[in-house]
Each structure stands twice: as C-alpha cells, then as structure tokens.
C-alpha cells in the first residue's frame, strides 16, 4: 500500500497502477469537505461514475449515490457442496445440471414476465413509505431470482480438492438503477441550488444528513441491498434445486452472501461515518468475503483481516483493464476461445461481442490478492468449471 497526499487528503492506494481517467475521480474525492479521514482505493480499481469502482469513501454528515455504485447492493454469493467435480459424469454437467440452470433462472436484461418468488422479498421494510420501491411493486416479483445482463454471471467451480462450489455474482436489477438515478437526480438539484461551489464534479452530488431526501435514499437504498441478498438467494436455492435433481446424495453448506455496492453506518477511528463501498467487500477480522477473478481465471473465498486503513475492506474482484469497446475491438476471440475449451471451461463465448466479458478485459486476479495481503487471508482458491454470463 502507498499513501498518497493530493489535495492535503491522505489516500492510501493497494495498486502501484491506476488509469489516468480514475486518478482524476480520486482527486476530485479529495476535494470534499465531508472526506473523513482518509480515501481508501482498493487494488481493483478502475474509472466508474463521478468515483471510481474498488474506492472507499468515509463520509461524516453527507451520502453520495454514485458513490454507492450504479446497481445498489450487487454483490457476490457462494455455496460448498460435498461431491468432487471429477465424480460428474459430462453428461449430467452439461445437460441436466447446466441446461437445468438455464431453464430455471432468467438471464439478461429482459423484463421478465412472470412473478417469481413472493416469499423471497425482502421483509421488514415500511414500503408505503419509500417511492420508488413502491412503484415498482409489480415489477419485484417479477425480477426477484433473475440473473441481469454483462458482467452478472453464474459459475460453478472446484476448489484445490476437487469439491464443487456454486458461485454467483448479481444485483438489484433494474430497481437499484431507478432508485440510484432518481435520488442522483435529486442530489444534483440540491447541490446545484445551495452547493455548487463543493463539489468537483456534479457526478457527486451528494445529500446532506438529517435532510428528508437522505433518510428517503437511506430507506430505499437498504432496501436495494436487501433486494439483492433475497436476489442471489433464490437463484442459489433454484441451482441447488437443479444439482439436486441431477445428483440426489449431494449437501451444501450454508451459504455466504454479501455485497459490493452500499453505504453503511460504521464506527471507524473512534467516530460513527458513513462508509460507502462502490465495488469493494467488507473485510472486518473474520469476516468472509467472496473476490472473483474473470471468466476463465482463479476465484477466492477470503478472510478479512481488519485492517483500518482500508476501513475494513478489500477488492472486489479483478477489475477492469479494458472498457467494453476496447475489448471487444482488441481482444483475439478465437484464441480466447481456444484457451478455455484447453481448460477444459464450459463458457459461452461465441462471438466478438462477448469479448468485453472475456478475462483479458480485467486485471491479473493473482496480482489483485498478492497487493492486498494486508487486508485478508485467502481461504480457497477456485477454479471455473462451467460459465453461465448474464
Ligand atoms: P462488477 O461488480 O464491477 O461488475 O464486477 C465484479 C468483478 O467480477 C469484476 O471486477 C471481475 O473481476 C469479476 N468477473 C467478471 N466476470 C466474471 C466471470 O465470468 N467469472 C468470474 N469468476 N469473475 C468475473
Ligand atoms: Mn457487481
Ligand atoms: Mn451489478
């Protein structure tokens, strides 16, 4: 790690590489008056909206939208089974288990159409109370247990015994974007009207504690975050569902289920803050955190170590090197193609387009968890077995 002062804020950096465009967000971040303590930007990161993605934002008295991340509370869920790999038959993977998967979880960005699992939303909440989450009532049932479009995927996985893992990477849906969005909107209108001389970029515009317009994001944000837990749950239960169908004596371990995208009321440095993580894991001691690498390279299920100079927190995945168009317009699909089927990979690239989620457009995993050995301890490394990509 390297401290950094840029504008009289410390930032402390696990990466001795960031691109030039996420370097500007950063300093932007240093300019805000409600900055606590330090900035924190995890190994992972990469340019994003108005802050960037693997950036951990302590905040005194304000919350900042796009500093939560464009799809509130996605995250990251993961299952052990009892059974090896090497004891499915093919046959069984490919047809029952995969097909299986696909014919039961919605993929992509479609509106789905029919209602999925009442019991799996979230509970607890005083909806009346919360606008957007209200107006989309309908659409929850019908998006709860969906998988999204991109970089969503599902995966199944071995770990250096041979045991097979369930791995799946989603968010809130089209709900978190509305939400984020509407209350960005907002933001942007108070700061403009009472503000604007704070921040650096109107991408941050932030809303003021005590104000009515935090505690109505505060609400609906939580719920996103719920939403997305309830989310990746019902999608593991159906996949066990499906495992178990194919293979009746198989068990699973509980599961771990957490996010990459939220804000949250935290004590650090002997003060209550508002840590936002915009793509980046709880790593408190003892904590388990969940960092995937890219289709076709290493996963890891981590331990956190505590550390406070990242407020608790760690990477939360590989990151991204390439954007999209860079990707799909540098990256050799047949070669990519040749790697995983030499891997002996079950994925789904099939064409120049799917280059933008092919490995080459991310970071070196490896190096990612090499730089943040002082924030947790790898517990399991995985390997892909088989690729389901919103
Ligand atoms: P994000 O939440 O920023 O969209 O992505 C999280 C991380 O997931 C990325 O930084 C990348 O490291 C990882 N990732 C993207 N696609 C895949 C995939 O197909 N398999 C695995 N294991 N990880 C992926
Ligand atoms: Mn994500
Ligand atoms: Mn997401």
Known sequence: MEVKMINNCPVKIWTDYVEKSAMRQIENLTTLPFLFHHLAIMPDVHTGMGMPIG??????????????????????????????????????????????IRKRIPLGMDHHKEAQDEKYLPTGHDIDKMEIVKRRQEYITKEVGTLGGGNHFIEL???????????????????????????????????????????????LSFLPLRTDEFNAYWQEMKYCVDFALCNRKLMMKRIEEVIKDAIPEIGFEPMINIAHNYAAWERHYGQDVIVHRKGATLAREGVIGIIPGSQGTASYIVEGLGNPESFCSCSHGAGRTLSRTAAIRDLNLKEEVERLDALGIIHAIRNQNDMQEASGAYKDIETVIANEADLVKVKTRLLPVAVIKG
């Open 55 to 100: 950036g951990v934002l302590a905040c005194k008295d304000a919350v900042i939208p796009n500093a939560v991340g464009v799809d509130i509370g996605c995250g990251m869920c993961a299952v052990k089974t009892n059974w090896k790999v090497a004891d499915i038959p093919t046959d069984v993977l490919r047809k029952q288990i995969m097909r299986g």
């Open 157 to 203: 996985q071995k770990d250096e015994t041979g045991t097979l893992w369930i791995m799946i990477h989603s968010g809130s849906r089209n709900l978190g974007k509305l939400v984020g969005d509407y209350y960005n909107e907002k933001a942007k209108k108070l700061n403009e009207r009472w503000y604007s001389v704070v921040s650096p970029d109107i991408r």
